[in-house]
């Protein structure tokens, strides 16, 4: 497969900038993957583990959200927030997803089920980089997750 020019920044830090062979994410409309050549487009990315392919293996980061930009020159993917897998406190996220998921079943007018929905994904894939998703949500086997070339 073809490597493309690949940046991942949040407003924090730069996490990653090298080339990938693909990236595999949740966009706003669905699941997609990029590889070389792919169609300028912006759009949306939801809160998901972001899969980047390289010629050694792949490595997972934990997204918050944010946009991916495809043009022609190389792809850039700006976050709200990203963890790679050593930066993920499990117990944080564990905490996290049950207090999203308390939110999520109270029937209450207070709760901002967005939000918490949000919150709940968020948590998913900081424990799904960390291959500590609960069964009960595992949507596909987690593989371990090496060390990337970061920035
Ligand atoms: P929490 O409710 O535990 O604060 P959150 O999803 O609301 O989680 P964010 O607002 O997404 O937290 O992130 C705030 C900062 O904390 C970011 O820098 C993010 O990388 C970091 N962060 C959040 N959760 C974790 C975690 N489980 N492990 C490591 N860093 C985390």
Redesign the pocket.
């Known amino acids: 497969m073809t490597p493309y020019p690949v940046v991942i920044v ?1 407003p ?1 830090r730069e996490m990653f900038r090298g080339e990938a062979q693909m990236l595999i994410l949740r966009g706003t409309l669905g699941d997609m993957g990029v590889l070389a050549h792919h169609q300028p487009l912006v759009t949306g990315v939801e ?1 998901c583990v972001v899969h980047l392919r390289q010629s050694d293996g792949e490595h997972r980061l ?1 997204a ?1 959200g944010g946009f991916l930009e495809v043009r022609s020159d190389g792809v850039t993917l700006l976050l ?4 790679w897998p050593e ?10 997803l049950e ?2 998921e308390a939110r999520l079943s109270s029937p209450g007018p207070d709760v901002d089920r967005p939000r918490a929905q ?2 709940r994904l ?2 998913l894939a ?1 424990l799904e980089v960390r291959g500590q998703r609960p069964e009960s949500e595992r949507a596909h086997a987690p593989a371990e997750a090496g060390a990337a070339h970061r920035t």
């Not at 709200?80 to 963890?83: F, K, L, P």
């Not at 930066?87 to 996290?96: G, T």
């Open positions: 949040t924090e809160p934990a918050s709200e927030g990203a963890e930066d993920i406190d499990v117990d944080r996220a564990r905490r996290a207090r999203a949000r919150a968020k948590a900081r």
